[in-house]
T-cell receptor
Framework: QQQVKQSPQSLIVQKGGISIINCAYENTAFDYFPWYQQFPGKGPALLIAIRPDVSEKKEGRFTISFNKSAKQFSLHIMDSQPGDSATYFC??????????FGTGTSLTVIP | DGGITQSPKYLFRKEGQNVTLSCEQNLNHDAMYWYRQDPGQGLRLIYY???????QKGDIAEGYSVSREKKESFPLTVTSAQKNPTAFYLC??????????????FGSGTRLTVV
């Protein structure tokens, strides 16, 4: 059973546009929600993260929106650039220091 | 520079052969993890270890084994019992909960192919 559901599986955005990736979860015990960015042949790297007591966190062009009541969170990439083309994973932290990952979204930003 | 190193980057395994993937970290992290990545399936947890000489099975531990004799090292052996081992393997590390920030640091991965 997938603990964190991520959509869409793939996304194509024009340069300068907004990329939006969504995740949903059921376990209300999750207490930390990071997003990872992965380039081909590389390991994922932490991009931005949020705790459930905050509704939004912004770092540069990247913003996480968090809706605790709906158990959903999303990543927004403003002014998307070709260099943002990568696979993005959402994750949720549970007790025991274990993370559950979404299935990933392949983002392609076309010039 | 602190980081987590996986080797080799590419590995080829013959049928019936055991192979070992290396993972070393110098971040002084307490916990280490092994994930398997397949297209369209995200990251699936194989084994994890919170402290030296202790480890737990993840969601897909069958056909794999690990050891944690040193804090810095967490090698993964893919045994002949693993029927479909071709995948991208990722090692990660983190502080134990309550020490520092949450979040994993990942290695660059090992791509294992059965030939």
């Amino acid at each position: 059973q997938q603990q964190v559901k991520q959509s869409p599986q793939s996304l194509i955005v024009q340069k300068g546009g907004i990329s939006i990736i969504n995740c949903a979860y059921e376990n209300t015990a999750f207490d930390y929600f990071p997003w990872y960015q992965q380039f081909p042949g590389k390991g994922p790297a932490l991009l931005i993260a949020i705790r459930p007591d905050v509704s939004e966190k912004k770092e540069g062009r990247f913003t996480i929106s968090f809706n605790k009541s709906a158990k959903q969170f999303s990543l927004h990439i403003m002014d998307s650039q070709p260099g943002d083309s990568a696979t993005y994973f959402c994750a949720a932290h549970a007790a025991g220091n274990q993370f559950y990952f979404g299935t990933g979204t392949s983002l392609t930003v076309i010039p | 520079d602190g980081g987590i190193t996986q080797s080799p980057k590419y590995l080829f395994r013959k049928e019936g052969q055991n192979v070992t993937l290396s993972c070393e970290q110098n971040l002084n992290h307490d916990a280490m993890y092994w994930y398997r990545q397949d297209p369209g399936q995200g990251l699936r947890l194989i084994y994890y270890s919170q402290i030296v000489n202790d480890f737990q099975k993840g969601d897909i531990a069958e056909g794999y084994s690990v050891s944690r004799e040193k804090k810095e090292s967490f090698p993964l052996t893919v045994t002949s019992a693993q029927k479909n081992p071709t995948a991208f393997y990722l090692c990660a590390s983190s502080y134990a909960r309550g020490r520092g920030s949450y979040g994993y640091t990942f290695g660059s991965g090992t791509r294992l192919t059965v030939v």
